[in-house]
């Protein structure tokens, strides 16, 4: 089946700093979603961006599909940004899998 | 804007008892509702992706006899977990979709099931 990987497992940034998370996957997906989980577990779509690039506020993501990998930007985190996201593909079965998700900590 | 609303948001059952789980979408048809488990290791497992009018699809390892559900109409899904054992805790999420657009995967806030 599907896999997804994604780096790195967790990243510790101080506030103002950038963060690139990579999500790499085994075979084509048609679809290819970004969240972010709250840490009281809520999950919020942040892209869905199975090709190309696209931008809401600081977060970019960029997707190629080729080369079977996506990456989130975030610019000048905030302390708010803190959380679990995870990359999740799929094909038209309407089945998502989900990577294992980075950990982001932004600290004051 | 699209919206699921997912509830209990928590609950606590004594082993070999069941607890019920319901999804409310708001603001599109959720032709499509995906149930899945979060394990406290944060890794995601799909129960079941049922699509209004069709038969519900379990994936490998969970049984309609386990993990009843039910998707009636285009707003509203539930599902129960039977006999719950140490095994079942985690986070359940719902997320749902429409059809005709078919892309953004909407969830629930989970419902996060303790068994004691």
């Known amino acids: 089946g599907q896999q997804v990987q994604q780096s790195p497992a967790s990243l510790v940034l101080q506030e103002g700093e950038n963060a690139e998370l990579q999500c790499n996957f085994s075979s084509t997906a048609t679809r290819l979603q970004w969240f972010y989980q709250h840490p009281g577990g809520r999950l919020v779509s942040l892209f869905y961006?199975?090709?190309g690039t696209k931008h809401t506020g600081r977060l970019t993501s960029t997707t190629v599909t080729n080369e079977r990998r996506s990456s989130l930007h975030i610019s000048s985190s905030q302390t708010t940004d803190s959380g679990t996201y995870f990359c999740?593909?799929?094909?038209?079965?309407?089945?998502?899998?989900f990577g294992d998700g980075t950990v982001l900590t932004v600290k004051p | 804007g699209a919206l699921v609303y997912q509830y209990p948001r928590r609950t606590i059952c004594k082993s070999g008892t069941s607890m019920r789980m319901e999804c409310q979408a708001v603001g599109f048809q959720a032709t499509s509702v995906a149930w899945y488990r979060q394990s406290p290791q944060k890794t995601f497992e799909l129960i079941a992706l049922s699509t209004v009018n069709s038969a519900i699809k379990y994936e490998q390892n969970f049984t309609q006899e386990k993990f009843p559900i039910s998707h009636p109409n285009l707003s509203f899904s539930s599902m129960t977990v039977l006999n719950a054992y140490l095994e079942d805790r985690g986070l359940y999420l719902c997320g749902a979709r429409e059809w005709v657009k078919a892309e953004t995967l909407y969830f629930g806030s989970g419902t996060r099931l303790t068994v004691l």
């Open positions: 999740a593909i799929g094909a038209n079965t309407g089945k998502l899998t």
């Open positions: 961006n199975p090709s």
